[in-house]
């Protein structure tokens, strides 16, 4: 799976049902789906082992722009 240097996740999701299941039961929640991802990324992460980690060689820029916001001459994809 290729990992690209953007802050974008990309899943592809074959069972659209579940993909609208998903949407209304967040809608109901009053919750995005990057909220509950991050959350529950968030979660899963925190509950590895240290030094479990995988490093995929991708740093994470804690003052990035936001999304759109050219960077040096760049646009942030």
Not at 15 to 30: N, Q, S, T
């Amino acid at each position: 799976m290729a990992v690209g240097k953007s802050r974008r996740i990309v899943i592809d999701v074959d069972d659209v049902a579940f993909k609208r299941r998903l949407y209304a039961a967040l809608a109901e929640d009053g919750c995005s789906l990057k909220d509950w991802f991050v959350a529950a990324a968030g979660d899963y992460l925190g509950s590895r082992a240290p030094g479990r980690q995988l490093d995929l060689g991708v740093g994470v820029a804690e003052d990035s722009p936001p999304y759109g916001q050219t960077v040096k001459g760049e646009t942030r994809e």
